[in-house]
């Protein structure tokens, strides 16, 4: 298993180890030749970042820790801008942008709080897709079964596989439609997506920003805890996990399992199973919001009409740049006018409060983060086909989340060895402490198996 954050801190204050040689740790891994570090990171900042570890040993040897983050590697998605690099946001149209000239809000954040910036991660071209295939930078792999290539979740793809392969401890990522939590689940992570305005965005490029929002991936709840709150500027907050006794949860037959895999529903059914036997109450609920989704968003729904809005001129010169399973989609967007995009947001809201009023009286919504395990790189790369129905089934999850302006972790609910599932554990706006506290108990149960 991953070291958490808690673990590091405590090694860090106990002198069995420092940032200098964590930072070290993490590069050398990034430049293993053998490893995934050339395409899981667009840039990496080794002076830098052995200049930050130096500074936290400094001030932790003076007793002035900055936070429980204080001297961790930490790997940023190639979206945030950072003072002195460049934000290409995975794509050839940004390769010649000048350097950012201060941190994007949620990196001054991490910065302030000790955090060594390690590097950019790579990712799908402009966030617009959750597969995490890149044809400009190359595409990293799934750290499960790596002689097959398998996709490792998009679009923070860089983001999940730097801590799944010890690149960093934890990394910073951006969720539209599932870009945490889809590497989290692929990448057997824990990854959060809170309440998007929480976080506040500035100097971060824009996907869609009616459901853009800004989250963790790490080893654990707690780990996503202690990141949450640096990001958000809350308190330190650690979740306090609930018996499992007191725990009221709902599953949904809706949707959520259409084409799951016998991996993912065997894995899922024993989570709850799991659950249940610890005492938990799981209740099944019908809800039909989720399957009008599909109908709200035929004509490409709120993120191709405001990925469009971003792009329309850009497009318009460069086109031929882009790759064209991600300007294809933005594209979509030029066909919703302004009465569709007021009508989408008027049937959002009606959406919202009656998927609220279901969830009303429960403390969780749990569902399989993606219904399928994740496929070969190659299969989807060689087929428009393949690629776009993968894309569809493996973000429809997440995606209700986004849309219901909710929060969600995603946790490995898998058994050792066998290939990553996820298991997301979501609630409405601004129920964040809550599906923590929640997404601990439930980490508790499942880890004592």
């Excluded at 945490?180 to 996907?207: D, E, H, M």
């Excluded at 949450?228 to 599953?251: G, Q």
């Excluded at 493996?394 to 996820?422: E, Q, W, Y």
Aim: glycine share 8%; with cysteine; aromatic share 4%.
């Amino acid at each position: 298993m991953l070291p958490t954050i808690t673990e590091l801190h405590t090694a860090l204050e106990n002198g069995e180890t420092t940032s200098v040689a964590l930072t070290k740790a993490a590069l050398a891994r990034i430049a293993d030749p053998s490893g995934e570090g050339s395409r899981t990171f667009t840039a990496v900042w080794k002076d830098q970042a052995l200049a930050a570890a130096h500074a936290s040993d400094t001030l932790r040897a003076a007793g002035l820790a900055r936070s429980p983050i204080d001297g961790l590697p930490i790997s940023i998605k190639d979206l945030f801008d950072v003072a002195g690099q460049a934000t290409r946001a995975g794509s050839m149209v940004r390769q010649d942008v000048p350097p950012a000239t201060r941190h994007a809000d949620p990196v001054q954040r991490l910065a302030q709080a000790g955090a060594v910036l390690i590097g950019h991660t790579n990712m799908t071209e402009f966030a617009f897709s959750g597969l995490g295939i890149n044809p400009h930078y190359g595409t990293p792999s799934s750290p499960w079964d790596r002689a097959a290539r398998r996709i490792p979740g998009g679009s923070s793809s860089g983001a999940g596989v730097s801590v799944a392969d010890g690149m960093a401890v934890a990394a910073l990522g951006t969720d539209t439609g599932g870009s945490v939590r889809i590497p989290s689940a692929f990448c057997g992570l824990t990854g959060f997506k809170p309440t998007a305005s929480r976080v506040r965005s500035a100097g971060t490029f824009p996907l869609a920003t009616s459901l853009d929002s800004i989250g963790p991936l790490s080893a654990s709840v707690t780990c996503c805890a202690i990141l949450d709150s640096i990001l958000a500027s809350d308190e330190p907050r650690t979740p306090n996990a609930p018996p499992p006794s007191r725990l009221r949860l709902a599953i949904t037959p809706t949707l959520v399992l259409d084409g799951a895999d016998d991996t993912v529903r065997a894995a899922f059914a024993a989570a709850i199973e799991q659950l249940r036997a610890a005492g938990a109450t799981v209740d099944t609920l019908d809800i039909p919001e989720f399957d009008a989704l599909a109908r709200i968003n035929q004509k490409g729904g709120l993120v191709c009409a405001e990925a469009y809005a971003v792009h329309r001129n850009t497009l318009a010169l460069q086109e031929s740049r882009y790759d064209p399973r991600v300007s294809s989609r933005i594209l979509r967007g030029r066909n919703i006018d302004a009465a569709d995009y007021i009508e989408l947001h008027a049937q959002r809201r009606q959406w919202i409060a009656s998927v609220e009023a279901r969830l009303r009286n429960h403390d969780a919504l749990l569902m399989p983060t993606v219904p399928v395990i994740a496929p070969t790189i190659a299969s989807l790369q060689a087929s428009d086909e393949a690629y776009f129905a993968a894309n569809g089934l493996i973000l429809r999850n997440p995606t209700l989340i986004n849309f219901l302006d909710g929060c969600a972790l995603s946790l490995p609910c898998h058994a050792p060895g066998t290939a990553p599932v996820g298991l997301m554990v979501a609630g409405p706006a601004n129920s964040d402490a809550r599906i923590l506290d929640v997404g601990l108990a439930i980490e508790q149960v499942l880890r004592a198996r």
